[in-house]
């Protein structure tokens, strides 16, 4: 049985990752105590019906209950319960935002009185011990609905097994690193295309830019040296244990450079057997 504990921050996205693996087959649940995951873990499996898919979300909802999750983490793997925790983040700023602009009220905000900004801290810290133990952590602070669902699928609708799903990311520094980061690559040294006035306007997904990004001497330095690197440390985070890799490739606005070597190490990934998908975060940003 694949069971997926879903959590992380009121307001990331669990309800639409929710409905994202409801789409790809897994049966769902919300809201459940955590208290109770070992019950419904041990339900699902025994049922006639024969649960293969099963995601729970849990989160601060259930106020006092839900402290118990980490002593029901360290009680289900005693009891050899396999699980996967998908932990959904945002910045705090867009946080905030999506609470203001929905007017609906956070969990933790009576207890300052109110204040959003407050409540998401205190939910941040709270959750760090969950956030370190997730297998799978997805930042949806500039993600759209769609990309959510693609990311959803890149990880879980493939067979269940313990192959590495490698994530790569281009982004705009001037947006910020992506926080669920595991590898950053900083291309910001090479040639840039910006500055070439019939480029500028196309991205790294055009043949001309990125004809122009590879064409130089550094990129290829790179490129050698970078997928050299990737390729010698898949395999010791797989050793590890690790589910999914996230490595973020950023130029000064994510539209040419990283998002042209973003896509080649993805593909370089993908032909050499890799499970690997690709998000150009910032490419349509102004």
Not at 68 to 75: I, K, M, P, T
Not at 76 to 85: D, L, S, W
Not at 131 to 138: F, G, T
Request: overall charge neutral.
């Amino acid at each position: 049985m694949e069971f997926v504990i879903v959590t992380g921050l009121s307001g990331a996205g669990k309800t639409r990752a929710m409905h994202a693996m409801e789409d790809i087959g897994f049966f769902c649940v919300d809201n459940l105590p955590a208290k109770l995951i070992p019950t419904f873990y041990e339900l699902c499996r025994s049922s006639r019906e024969g649960r293969q898919k099963v995601v729970v979300v849990t989160d601060v909802r259930g106020g006092e209950m839900f402290a118990s999750l980490f002593d029901v983490l360290d009680e289900m793997r005693e009891n050899q319960m396999a699980y996967k925790i998908l932990f959904l983040d945002a910045k705090d700023s867009i946080l905030v935002n999506r609470y203001q602009e929905n007017r609906r009220r956070h969990p933790l905000a009576e207890a300052y009185q109110g204040s959003v900004e407050q409540a998401v801290r205190l939910e941040r810290e709270m959750l760090k011990p969950v956030r370190e133990r997730a297998d799978y952590i997805i930042d949806t602070s500039f993600l759209s609905p769609a990309q959510l669902k693609s990311r959803i699928s890149n990880l879980f609708l493939e067979d269940s097994s313990d192959a590495m799903m490698v994530h790569c990311v281009s982004f705009g520094f001037k947006y910020g690193i992506p926080s669920e980061s595991d590898l950053v690559f900083d291309v910001r040294c090479l040639p840039n295309p910006y500055y070439i006035e019939e480029l500028r306007p196309q991205t790294g997904l055009d043949a001309p830019v990125r004809d122009y990004v590879m064409k130089w001497e550094q990129t290829q330095g790179f490129i050698r040296r970078c997928v050299d690197l990737v390729d010698y440390m898949i395999p010791l985070y797989c050793a590890e244990g690790k589910s999914q890799l996230v490595i973020a490739v950023g130029c000064t606005g994510g539209h040419h450079r990283s998002v042209a070597l973003a896509q080649y190490l993805c593909d370089h990934l993908v032909n050499t057997g890799k499970r690997a998908s690709v998000n150009h975060r910032d490419i349509r940003k102004q």
